[in-house]
Structure formats: structure tokens, C-alpha cells
């Protein structure tokens, strides 16, 4: 059997959830703040239970990219170029182009050639370049480094690797867009189950969509997006907090600490799983009476 | 006479120390208070058509409904599976009130269909290993129809469930024994989550439940060979000073009237797993798994 992957979110619960990051772009105000509320908008619409919405999408995307170039010091931001890169694909996808983002990924190129070697070969800066370069964006991706390339052949040591070293290999992964067998996938997937039940939701994430994307996605797979979804709240947000914890984890604001980044985190992994070409295995019918 | 100078200051002694709790519970949620509520629940749920318990009975539905709506009743299911109980007697009181609408009810719906709560798959495991172990010394136990469940299906869905204890282990060494006693019917050991939690063990430096889940997974329910390799790895750089045993799982508070599980017990049984897991001979990939023939 495979899993109808229409059905991860209905039309409503997209719509639900969109509203939600809707109000959390209004509640930064502010252009650089809203990317990433943004991002998860867009990647819901790509979703195919959504409504179409592109209009209003691209026009907050122009929106947010204006405010970008028009900062007196754009390197002050701090920007993360992945979701802008994210977000331009999406919008290329449905055969769109926003002027500014394009002037802003212009930029982004030179300004990693012009980092030191050793930050050229991180996992991050490798996928961004190797990203860009798929786009058209003329770019040269740099090597890994020997460390990384032995981490990458040594699987075994994959399973007791720390989270920054399991997400460099994963940026690594998808910027040499190298297929992942069975096994790689299954270890990567059982990791990313481990990780998600501990509640590290970024390197979870990260690992299942890097097996979404590369691999042969099996039943841990599913099992690590059916985590996810399960996180899902009435108001379309993802996320449970702990409240008996000793030092409760969300201290000032559960929105940016838990709540934004699980959704965001929810609604990157449903878009890669939508687009996936393999269909995720479902779960059969339990024989059980009482 | 005696409701006048007894019952009735006895009554407006426990509104206002309810109130007290149910305010605690708003400002500061925690275990002892939500139990604290559970067992005020317990009788009050029974109080029907008493009007003296009226006020205590719509206090406590005020509060359930409040909440219910807020997401702390989701937020403590998803805490701990024990409190599935007091969370079920607190959503059916909340029904009452008229602001509950069916839509609250979405997030614990789901997670109920998802299979994430009030599963305690330990009394079935329970039920069929005292019959299976009984059973074996001649003793016929009747438990009555316990029923068939596709327990790899059942064990395999705690892997959506988050954060782990000792409960996780003990689930999974009932299930090794049902195995093993092959009295289960047609039932099969899970698959996923054995891997998971060794995975866990593995990346979290838990040196005490690694052994106990590397012979598991290598007589019961298998495991990949890169898996395999990195656990006796991680095995042999935990092993104890000489006349040492493992330490205990790290934040281990399982203790319970259902389940005591004390310091000393969970490092001898981890440190004798240690010790068979490396005297056993031979190769370590590829081993022949002790898996009953219906498998």
C-alpha cells in the first residue's frame, strides 16, 4: 500500500496553519524577520490540498526582498540565504520571478567566494553554492574536506556522531546530490526518529528530509513524518510543551521558541514529502479487538 | 442537624482548598498538583444528583473546560502516558460546560487515532506473560479473552511517542520473552523501535540500557549490520573499571507502585547483558536470530 500524501494536511488545516504564520510575519513587522514565516507559507501552498494563493505570496516575497536591498548594510542581517533560495525555487516552480530575490541570490554568490576555504567546505555553504548553481546562479561549489569525506564513508560512526556533524553530513549530502541506498537511508531515518523523540526537531527534520530527497524513504521514514504530524494543534500551530519540566524549556515566548520553528519545521517536511517520487509506506490496518 | 454544623463547613472547607489546588494548577501546572486534581475528579465524576456537590462538581468542570481549550490537558498527555487517565476524566467533566465545542477535541482525537496515547501496552504483555510462564508450570490461568492484537504494530507506534524511560525497556524485554516462551500466537516482535531506542542509548551515552537493547536486537528482533557494528563499538568504549558495574540509566525515576525499578537491579542486569554480549563468540554481523518459526 502507499500513503495518499494529499491527505497529510487538508485544505483547511493548510489554511489554518498558513493563518498562523500569517499573524506571526505581522507580529515581527518586519521584512528580514518575516522570511521565515514566509518560507513556511510558501511551502504549504505547494502542498496539493492547497488553495491557490500565489498572487498575494509573491507580492509579501517582493515585499520582503525589497526590504532586504534597500538595508543601509545588508551583511548585518545575518540573513540565512536557504530559505530565500527555498523560497525562489518555489516561486520559480510555478513559473513566476520576483525581480528582487533574484538581485538578492546575485549577491549571494560572490559573497561565499569571497569566504575562507575552510568555510567554503562546511556542508551549509556547499548546498547553498551547489543550490544556486542548479539555479543558474554561476557559482563554484567547493570540496569537502577529508574529515567529511571519511565521515561520509564511515557509516557506522554516523549513529554516535553529534547533531552539527550529522547536519553538515546532511548539507553534504544533498549538495552532492548523491543518491542514498537502503541502508543509508534507514540509518539516517532511525537517527532522525531518535533525535524527533528527544524533541531535537532541526536535525530531525533535516535527516528526514535529506531521506526524502536522496534515499529510498521506508517505514522509519514515515514513522518521522508521522511524528510530526502528530504534533499538529487546533490553531495550526505544531508543537506540545513540556510543562512539568524543571527548567521549563520555553521561557519568554513559546512562539519562537517552539511553536514557529516546529511549524516551519512541519511545513518544509510536508513539502519534500509531497514532492518525493517515492511513495512512503502506510500504515496497515490493525487486527485488534478488546 | 449534622449537615448544618458538620457537612456544610466541611463542604466550604474543601471549595476553598479546591479552588486553592485548581489555581495552583492554573499558575504553575506540575505532577503532584494535576494528581491532586485527578483524585478530587475521581469522586466528583460519582456525584451526580447530589446538590450539595454541585458547586465542587461545576468548579471542576469550569476548570477541565479552561483546560481543555488553553491545550494543557494535550500538553500533559503528551508528557507522560499516565496522566491518560485523569486527562480522559477531566475532557469527559469539560463536556459539560457549554463553551466546549467538538473542535476541542480535534488535537486529543488525533492523537488518539495516531495511536500515541492511552495504549499502555504493559498489562496485555503482563496478562499474556504470567499465562504463558504459569502456563509452563502447569497452572492454568484465566485472564479471559485477552484478546488478539498485532502486537509489532501496537510496540512499534511507541516510536511517535517522545521522550523515553524505563518503561520503553521493559516493554521491549516483555516482548523478548513472549518470543521467546513462542506462545504468541502469530504475533511478531516489533521492528522499529528496538532500533530507535538502541540508536538513543547510543547517541544519548546511555551505557546502562545499550547492552540490554544489543542482545536484544541480536537474538530477537534484529538489526542492520552498521547498526550491529556501532553498538558493540559504543559497547566497548563503556566498559566498566574492573570490579565495577555499568552505572544506572541516566534520570532514571521510574519508580511507581507498578513498576519499582531500584538502582542496583538496573546495573546488575545491564552489566551481566555487557558481559554475555562480549563473551559471546564469533562474528557479530549477520547472527542467527532466536525468532520463533512463525516469524
Known sequence: ??????????????????????????????????????????????????IPCWDTLTREVAWVAAGILSHPDPASLSLDPLPIIEIYTMIKGIDREVPEMRQILERVGPDLEAQPPEIRSTGRVRQ???????????????SPTKETKNLLNEKESWFSAPASKLSDLADHLIADDVPLDETDTKILSLIALGELRNYHLDIGCKLLRTVLQLGVPGE??????????LQRRRDGRYGFLDRLAEKPEQTADPDTTL???????????????????????????????? | MLAETISDPMLRLCHSEFQRLILELDSAPSRTAFFDVGAVAEILVLTNGIPEAEGLTRMLCDAAARWLKSGLLE??????????????LLTYLAQSVASVSPSDLEVIRNLSDGRLIARSEIPVLRQHL???YLWACG?????????????????????????????????????????????????????????????????????????ILTLLCRRFFGFPGPLCGAAFKSMEESIPAPGQLLPAPPGNQIDSDYIERTERGLRLRSTIAL??????????YGIQQVRPAFN
Open chain 1, 259 to 290: 511553536f514557529l520553528p516546529m511549524t516551519l519545521n512541519a511545513a518544509w517536511l510536508f513539502k519534500t514529502e509531497a514532492a518525493c517520487v517515492v511513495m512512503l509506506p502506510v500504515l496497515t490496518t490493525v487486527g485488534e479487538t478488546a
Open chain 2, 139 to 211: 497452572i492454568h490461568t484465566d485472564f479471559g479473552k485477552l484478546g488478539r492484537r498485532n502486537l509489532t504494530q501496537i510496540i512499534d507506534r511507541r516510536v511517535l511517542r517522545a521522550r523515553s524511560d524505563e518503561f520503553d525497556l521493559l516493554v521491549l524485554l516483555m516482548c523478548a520473552q513472549l518470543l521467546q516462551l513462542d506462545c504468541s500466537r502469530g504475533y511478531q516482535g516489533p521492528r522499529t523501535y528496538p532500533q530507535v531506542l538502541l540508536v538513543q542509548a547510543m547517541r544519548a551515552g546511555n551505557t546502562n540500557w545499550l547492552p
Open chain 1, 220 to 229: 522509519e521514514t514515515r514513522d518521522g513524518v508521522d511524528f510530526i504530524a
Open chain 1, 1 to 50: 500500500m502507499v500513503s495518499n500524501k494529499s491527505d497529510r494536511l487538508s485544505t483547511e488545516q493548510i489554511a489554518l496553519t498558513s493563518k498562523y504564520l500569517a499573524e506571526m510575519t505581522e507580529r515581527f513587522a518586519s521584512p528580514i524577520a518575516a522570511v521565515q514565516p514566509l518560507f513556511g507559507r510558501c511551502c504549504l501552498a505547494t502542498l496539493p490540498s492547497s
Open chain 2, 75 to 88: 500538553d500533559l498527555l503528551m508528557a507522560r502516558v499516565e496522566f491518560a487517565y485523569h486527562v480522559a
Open chain 1, 128 to 142: 547553498i553554492a551547489s543550490t544556486l548553481s542548479k539555479l543558474g546562479f554561476p557559482n563554484q561549489v567547493a
Open chain 2, 275 to 284: 558481559a554475555l554480549s562480549l563473551a559471546l563468540p564469533g562474528e557479530i
Open chain 2, 130 to 132: 504470567i499465562t504463558a
